[in-house]
């Protein structure tokens, strides 16, 4: 079945204790983002990668990292977690040969930075 | 200046009535696609359509059905004799020729009374 992982689903944590939000995906794909989602504001590119070893800001990249070593994984990476992070997360794949089709989301991580 | 507004943030109707989404969008890209997402109170997101900038026919499905309109920029989403299930936050979203980004509305919730 054609998905896209995100583990831990839920996630809480306290200032500042570096956390790792893991992404996979098993289509293959070669595009890989990550967005935030806060209430009003829909849903925010924080990173995303158009292959391996490929990526680049979002709108919204500011205390997040991010890696791109295997085509499958795209790790979101907090180094120092602030409670202005709180929020869900969801990590997406896409074909990037194909323009006209849409992204796959993974599950959504729910984090709460305390 | 936003991408893709949805003016409406929260729509109440009575199960069997029809409701119309709106999705107004910005581009000067003479090549772009456009999508809508649904996302239940589960939490996933789920696609529901995708749509080229050089097909302008409006599209049915079930009870959904979708119109979209260049000269206004618009590309909303009509659901016919609503259920209780169509219940949930509904995105739509942009992505432009140069395909790095997906930009998303800030959603319409829909509740859906019996």
Known sequence: EAQVTQNPRYLITVTGKKLTVTCS?????????????????GLRQIYYSMNVEVTDKGDVPEGYKVSRKEKRNFPLILESP????????????????????????????????? | AQKV????????????????????????????YLFWYKQPPSGELVFLIRRNSFDEQ??????????FQKSTSS??????????????????????ANFNKFYFGSGTKLNVKP
């Open chain 2, 5 to 32: 507004t949805q003016a409406q943030t929260e729509i109440s109707v009575v199960e069997k009535e029809d409701v119309t989404l709106d999705c107004v969008y910005e581009t000067r890209d003479t090549t772009y």
């Open chain 1, 25 to 41: 995906q098993n289509m293959n794909h070669e595009y890989m983002s990550w967005y935030r989602q806060d209430p009003g504001l």
């Open chain 2, 75 to 96: 590309f909303n989403f009509t659901i016919t004799a609503s259920q209780v299930v169509d219940s949930a936050v509904y995105f739509c979203a942009l992505s432009e």
């Open chain 2, 58 to 67: 409006n599209e049915i499905s079930g009870r959904y059905s979708w119109n």
């Open chain 1, 82 to 114: 602030s409670p202005n992070q709180t929020s869900l997360y969801f990590c997406a794949s896409r074909d990037s040969l194909l323009m006209n089709t849409e992204a796959f989301f993974g599950q959504g991580t729910r984090l709460t930075v305390v």
